[in-house]
């Protein structure tokens, strides 16, 4: 019972509580209005 308290907490805290560091969004709506920016930094960094 703990281990899916925990969990949900995480989940909450990671996904739908915002952050101070984000500008006060949700991490959910930082990627959302950031996924384009964020993006093409993955692509770069990745062997093919």
């Known amino acids: 019972e703990a281990n899916l308290d ?4 995480l989940v909450k805290y990671n996904s739908y509580r915002p952050h101070e560091a ?3 969004l ?3 709506e930082y990627a959302q209005k950031n996924f384009f920016q ?3 930094m993955w ?3 990745t062997k093919i």
Not at 6 to 9: A, D, E, N, R, S
């Open 6 to 9: 925990l969990t949900t907490w």
């Open 22 to 24: 984000l500008a006060n």
């Open 26 to 28: 949700t991490p959910l």
């Open 38 to 40: 964020v993006l093409p």
């Open 43 to 45: 692509s770069a960094s």
